[in-house]
């Protein structure tokens, strides 16, 4: 192909006519596969590690490092002073990462190994999606330096179609859980993806005949504009400094919600979804928030975030989701909004990219890989939390407005002071800041933001009383008693033994999970076989359907117990039966059973058999029609993990009951309605459920409310439940799509749960 003439002398290059909006449309769809791609293959994968949010964290460290690389394949390639090598380079590239299509998990990776989950992980990725994933994300910086190249007058700033990409991100991850996920299949989404990216193909081919049909003139040009000053290697590091902090927050932020409600596409995607709307909205040529009033709001977000991790037992589910991603959002602008004021000129637009993905990354594998790690705990969001007050820019200050910065430090502790004093002198004072803590620390860490605003504190001022704070709230004595942390792949788990040392109670997030009864009423140690308490008790649903089931056999029972949490269903065993216990983590089966924590094993069940890795792998193992119960009491966080409330999932569960056996799914859950889910899959499966929910109004002695569904071929399986008043007969809600390994809507599970309340 012939380049067009060079314009007569005196008239400007001529630039093809399409070549803004053809490069925005291709811009905008390859973000929008780039970030759809994200939540659809991680919910594939899912199932494979017992539906652990720190899949998600992996995942986004994948990510973040294969656009690192592809942005340092795009700022190479485009060192390269033709025109058409690059073209050709990069459209071979899609072509050949095509093979790859539709999505799936690569054939022969075998089952998760016993530890290294996150290398595995990062090996299954890559081996399934790493080149598509690598040939779009190069995707942007290669299309802006081609329009660069293609002499159109918006050239020379072309940060705009960065915005373009970001909304077609922010589009992808909004659509996919409210309009993708409840409407699709996962084989209908992937296959429209593949159709999505066989469009993009031939987008990117138009782009490349475009910039081969824009005038030599305009690569001319580009060479004999002025030379622009080159980024110092210190701003290049604030830079990656700049990504990193909010990169390594998204990670912190969706794990802390993710683990009070569900590992689901819906949680991941709601603050990444923020995330990019941050880079939408800086770099803007007007940006619609100015970022010194972003910069006012930033203190103010960061006493958000302060607060809310001090008051997290007392949240509810709004104010979890809304507060922390809200925080979350002020605090990214203010450091986007600082990326985009230093931004270099076009001509070192590809290699302020690699440093933004390399920031990026290096965030990204601090909160997903490192401090999982390195912190029983989660350390790495109040470090993070810091270390955005250091985002902030070097003011330049006058002496007097530097002589009032100074007395930040004293006014904030005259605040401190006064708020403790009250509550350490004793007396009335005491008791109503005892009753009042939540309001006037909400008070109080606001009004130390503002005074922090207004007297103009500096950076690291800021910092170090943040610093401050967040040491206080983690090792200022809890009211709750003394806490200890066990953290693994699979979360982070909070021993707590209650100020009175009558409970040892076992959570995940802000839920409960177990506990065990210390102390009698009296005061004295409890001696002998504990009793099973919390959503275990004789009483309880649980426990009725475990007696219910006995008395139908009238002979020892072989059942089946997937999730084994401190071990109180142990408790429930009779000598004479056999109970396996099938848990995902190691970490788990080591609490419970160590003796300074928990008894339940110990005094129960010695010789518990337990079989560790994912129940929908391992238990698929066990042989059909041999346990007269099989009872689903694994719980991620707040919610069973997807793939084990699955059509397919109790299609396993049936066919490993003996004739006349049951299913028994505790599906107690603050935020989510699963009970209709349960009775869902048992009708896909020709099975009939009974559901019983009921609050023992007994919170203070940890007996808790229990919503239990037992499902089984036919009535009289069941025994005494069928006819018991407490247990309800439920047929399916035919409305209702069943979930499948192909299909689930967390979304609606949540809308119903709203809708119909506790």
């Known amino acids: 192909m012939n380049p067009p003439p060079p314009p007569a002398a005196g008239q400007p290059p001529a630039t093809p006519p399409l070549v803004l909006p053809v490069y925005t449309a291709a811009i905008f769809t390859s973000a929008l596969l780039l970030f759809s791609v994200q939540p659809l293959f991680t919910k594939m994968v899912l199932p494979r590690l017992g539906g652990s949010p720190a899949v998600w964290s992996v995942a986004m460290v994948f990510f973040q490092t294969l656009l690192l690389a592809g942005y340092a394949y795009a700022h190479y390639l485009m ?108 084989r209908t989404q992937n296959l429209i993806w593949t159709g ?3 469009a993009l193909i031939l987008l990117i081919g138009a782009c490349g005949w475009l910039l081969l049909r824009s005038p030599p003139v305009a690569v001319a040009s580009e060479s004999d504009a002025p030379p622009a000053p080159a980024p110092t290697w210190l701003l290049r590091l604030r830079w990656i400094f700049l990504a990193a902090v909010p990169s390594g927050l998204l990670i912190a932020v969706t794990a802390h919600i993710s683990t009070d409600v569900a590992a689901a596409p819906l949680l991941w995607v709601l603050p990444l979804s923020l995330y990019l709307l941050t880079w939408v909205l800086v770099f803007q040529s007007r940006p619609l928030i100015p970022h010194r009033f972003v910069l006012l709001l930033q203190p103010l977000a960061i006493a958000g975030v302060i607060y809310l991790l001090a008051v997290g037992n007392e949240q509810n589910l709004l104010l979890t989701l809304g507060g922390h991603q809200l925080c979350f959002f002020i605090i990214a ?58 985002c902030r820019p070097a003011e330049t200050l006058s002496p007097r407005a530097a002589a009032f910065a100074k007395w930040s430090w004293a006014v904030v502790a005259a605040i401190a002071i006064a708020c403790a004093v009250p509550y350490v002198s004793g007396g009335a004072a005491a008791e109503w800041m005892h009753a009042n803590m939540v309001a006037v620390a909400a008070v109080a860490g606001i009004v130390a933001a503002l005074l922090v605003i207004v007297l103009r504190a500096d950076r690291w001022s800021i910092a170090a009383l943040v610093a401050v704070a967040l040491a206080l709230i983690r090792f200022y004595p809890s009211e709750d008693g003394r806490v200890e942390t066990v953290r693994s792949f699979f979360g982070v788990h909070k021993i707590v033994t209650t100020s009175d040392g009558a409970y040892r109670v076992l959570m995940h ?26 959503y275990y008790n004789d009483i309880g649903g649980i426990g009725q359907a475990i007696s219910a089931v006995r008395a139908r056999k009238g002979a020892p029972l072989r059942v089946v117990v997937i999730g ?53 792998l391992t238990f698929a193992k066990e042989p059909d029609g041999l346990y007269d119960l099989v009872i689903v009491d694994a719980y991620s966080s707040d919610a069973i993990p997807i793939h084990l409330a699955t059509e397919e999932a109790m299609e396993i569960y049936k066919a490993k009951l003996a004739p006349q056996g049951a299913v028994v799914m505790h599906v107690s859950n603050r935020h989510l309605d699963l009970a209709s889910v349960a009775v869902g899959i048992a009708d896909a499966n020709d099975m009939k459920s009974w559901t019983f929910n009921e609050d023992s109004g007994r919170d203070a002695d940890y007996i808790f409310a229990t ?33 499948t390994d192909d299909y689930s809507n967390i979304l609606g599970a949540l809308w119903r749960r709203l809708r119909d309340g506790e």
């Open 707 to 739: 919503a239990v569904v037992v499902s089984a071929r036919d009535a009289a399986d069941v025994g005494s439940i069928n006819t018991d008043e407490k247990w309800v007969y439920t047929e399916a809600d035919d409305s209702q799509r069943v979930w």
């Open 333 to 390: 602008m203010a450091c986007h909004g600082e990326l985009a004021r230093t931004r270099p000129a076009a001509r070192y637009l590809t290699g302020f990219y690699v440093a933004l993905s390399f920031g990026g990354m290096v965030g990204g594998l601090f909160a997903g890989l490192i401090a999982p790690f390195v912190f029983s705990w989660i350390a790495e969001y109040p470090i993070l939390i810091v270390l955005a007050a250091l």
């Open 509 to 534: 997030g802000t839920t409960i999970h177990g506990a065990e009864r210390l102390k009698n009423a009296d005061g004295t140690p409890v001696t002998g076989r504990p009793e099973p308490i919390t």
């Open 196 to 198: 999505g990216y066989a």
């Open 564 to 616: 084994l949490g401190s071990g109180p269903l142990t408790c429930q065993r009779r000598d004479d039966e056999t109970w396996t216990f099938f848990e995902i983590d190691q970490s788990m089966v080591d609490t419970a059973k160590d003796p300074k924590y928990f008894t339940y094993i110990q005094k129960c069940e010695p010789d518990i058999k337990v079989v560790i890795g994912d129940a929908r």
């Open 79 to 186: 060192t390269i002073k033709s025109r058409t090598v690059p073209v050709v380079v990069h459209l071979g590239l899609l072509i050949a990462a095509a093979a790859a299509l539709p999505l799936s998990i690569a054939s022969g990776w075998g089952e998760p190994p016993s530890s290294g989950y996150a290398v595995w992980l990062l090996g299954l990725f890559t081996v399934s999606i790493g080149l598509p994933f690598f040939a779009l994300a190069a995707n942007n910086p290669m299309l802006q330096a081609w329009f660069v190249r293609t002499g159109h007058p918006q050239g020379p700033d072309p940060y705009f179609l960065y915005a373009s990409s970001n909304i077609g991100s922010f589009l992808a991850l909004l659509s996919y859980p409210l309009l993708f996920e409840p409407a699709f299949t996962l």
